[in-house]
């Protein structure tokens, strides 16, 4: 599967963003999906999974009440919606796809692909 993310961009504290990820090669409901993000200087650090149905989400602390990962199955795309943005938001946000397991991990070493990345700067 190939997964190309998009929706990044330059916003002020408080905006909002939606980002996506559009898998192609291969049913993305093969798939466990992820977000996670990497700031300048820092590890690649889990963000929210979602399970192959999209019935189940799992989200690291920061995300939850801002962060929404969801995802359509019949249009192939993965999605987080992001609210009240923070500075310490800044960092590149990366899609994963897991197809070996059969739920959700916060562990980056279970995703088998990765799309390239999208930039999300947020400053005022």
């Known amino acids: 599967v190939q997964l190309q993310a998009s929706g990044g961009g330059l916003v002020q504290p408080g905006e909002s963003l939606r980002l996506s990820c559009a898998a192609s090669?291969?049913?993305?409901?093969?798939?466990?999906m992820a977000w996670f993000r990497q700031a300048p200087g820092k590890e690649r650090e889990f963000v929210a999974a979602i399970t192959r149905s999209g019935s189940n989400t799992l989200y690291t602390d920061f995300a939850k009440g801002r962060f929404t990962i969801s995802r359509e199955n019949a249009k192939n795309t993965l999605y987080l919606q992001m609210n009240n943005l923070k500075p310490a938001d800044t960092a590149v946000y990366y899609c994963?796809?897991?197809?070996?397991?059969?739920?959700?991990?916060?562990?980056?070493?279970?995703?088998?692909?990765w799309g390239q990345g999208t930039q999300v700067t947020v400053s005022s």
């Open positions: 994963a796809a897991d197809e070996r397991s059969g739920y959700y991990s916060s562990d980056i070493n279970r995703y088998d692909y």
């Open positions: 090669g291969r049913s993305l409901g093969t798939y466990v």
